[in-house]
């Protein structure tokens, strides 16, 4: 028999303006350590360097994790133009220099090319698994890797104004297993001067937002006291960007046991991914087929 996991049962979000120096695993952490929490988990990986919005879900939020992730996210980023890092940041060695600087004409018409559906290829150090093992792993052996390139929906690029001659800020706006690392270490060889991102920050996440963070600082400093639950989010909010329909009272119990329930779904295609409420409070994950609602994943209400 499993152990069971150590905790209380507590469900929602909390989004969190992660600092650098620290792995979006570390931030996980400290949350479950200052909520008490039994179950959490963050939707959406952020390099140790980056900062911003990381969203991480409490007990019954974790079932939304899956939909959070496959959510458009949007990033600001500074590149440093005449250097190639090996991993594509400002924490690598430098392998190539270049003393040539785009103009910001040339910029604006080369950054065209990233939007749309575009293939990427992952840095050689990502989390990107070879055989099994993590890409960053094998680099750090000192490997030679030939990631295979990844289809992105990239929806917006923007060029947001050029600091100096050496560096120049950009806003992305991409959908789910972008790598901003790879679209400054594309644009320097596209522009012939080499490039790498010096900073990142992640400004949303689907439907959360940097104005909505709040700070580790602050989390550790109410951790386990009644003042920290102020700081959740509910479950809810993660589900803003996905339909919903709506059931009777009713209907809770066979919702609770998986059972399918008549629903309004004029509205949702069928098949298509929604969630079901009722006063509105979420109960499941599911689809809808013909005026009838079937779940996948049901959340336990009594949380």
């Given at each position: 028999?499993?152990?069971k996991r150590k905790g209380i049962n507590i469900s929602g979000w909390i989004i969190v303006d992660k600092p650098t120096g620290i792995t979006s695993t570390g931030v996980v952490n400290k949350i479950k350590w200052a909520f008490n929490a039994k179950k959490v988990g963050h939707a959406g990986?952020?390099?140790p360097d980056a900062t911003g919005v990381l969203p991480v879900a409490l007990g019954e939020a974790?079932?939304?994790i899956p939909y959070i992730m496959n959510e458009i996210k949007s990033y600001q980023f500074c590149v440093k133009f005449g250097e190639a890092t090996d991993t594509d940041d400002a924490t690598g060695k430098i392998i190539q220099t270049s003393s040539k600087r785009p103009n910001d004409d040339k910029i604006s018409?080369?950054?065209?090319?990233y939007i749309g559906l575009i293939k990427q290829t992952p840095p050689n150090f990502s989390a990107i698994?070879?055989?099994g093992v993590r890409a960053y792993d094998l680099a750090r052996r000192g490997l030679e890797l030939e990631l295979k390139p990844r289809s992105l929906l990239v929806k917006d690029l923007k060029f947001v104004e050029r600091t100096d001659d050496h560096h120049a800020l950009f806003q992305l706006t991409c959908g789910k297993g972008g790598y901003v690392r790879s679209i400054a270490r594309d644009l320097g060889k596209d522009l012939n001067c080499f490039a790498h991102v010096k900073w990142l920050r992640r400004i949303w996440a689907g439907p959360f937002a940097i104005e909505n963070c709040s700070t580790i600082d602050k989390i550790q400093e109410l951790q386990k006291s009644s003042k920290l639950l102020e700081l959740l989010q509910p479950l809810e909010l993660g589900l803003q960007n996905l339909p919903f329909v709506t059931c009777n009272v009713k209907d809770l119990s066979k919702i609770a046991?998986?059972?399918s329930v008549k629903v309004n779904s004029n509205n949702i295609d069928t098949g298509k991914k929604c969630w079901i409420q009722c006063d509105g409070r979420a109960l499941a994950l599911g689809?809808?087929?013909?005026g009838q609602f079937y779940p996948s994943r049901v959340f336990n209400t009594e949380n």
């Amino acid at each position: 028999m499993a152990p069971k996991r150590k905790g209380i049962n507590i469900s929602g979000w909390i989004i969190v303006d992660k600092p650098t120096g620290i792995t979006s695993t570390g931030v996980v952490n400290k949350i479950k350590w200052a909520f008490n929490a039994k179950k959490v988990g963050h939707a959406g990986t952020l390099d140790p360097d980056a900062t911003g919005v990381l969203p991480v879900a409490l007990g019954e939020a974790t079932k939304t994790i899956p939909y959070i992730m496959n959510e458009i996210k949007s990033y600001q980023f500074c590149v440093k133009f005449g250097e190639a890092t090996d991993t594509d940041d400002a924490t690598g060695k430098i392998i190539q220099t270049s003393s040539k600087r785009p103009n910001d004409d040339k910029i604006s018409t080369t950054l065209q090319k990233y939007i749309g559906l575009i293939k990427q290829t992952p840095p050689n150090f990502s989390a990107i698994k070879v055989n099994g093992v993590r890409a960053y792993d094998l680099a750090r052996r000192g490997l030679e890797l030939e990631l295979k390139p990844r289809s992105l929906l990239v929806k917006d690029l923007k060029f947001v104004e050029r600091t100096d001659d050496h560096h120049a800020l950009f806003q992305l706006t991409c959908g789910k297993g972008g790598y901003v690392r790879s679209i400054a270490r594309d644009l320097g060889k596209d522009l012939n001067c080499f490039a790498h991102v010096k900073w990142l920050r992640r400004i949303w996440a689907g439907p959360f937002a940097i104005e909505n963070c709040s700070t580790i600082d602050k989390i550790q400093e109410l951790q386990k006291s009644s003042k920290l639950l102020e700081l959740l989010q509910p479950l809810e909010l993660g589900l803003q960007n996905l339909p919903f329909v709506t059931c009777n009272v009713k209907d809770l119990s066979k919702i609770a046991n998986g059972r399918s329930v008549k629903v309004n779904s004029n509205n949702i295609d069928t098949g298509k991914k929604c969630w079901i409420q009722c006063d509105g409070r979420a109960l499941a994950l599911g689809t809808v087929d013909d005026g009838q609602f079937y779940p996948s994943r049901v959340f336990n209400t009594e949380n």
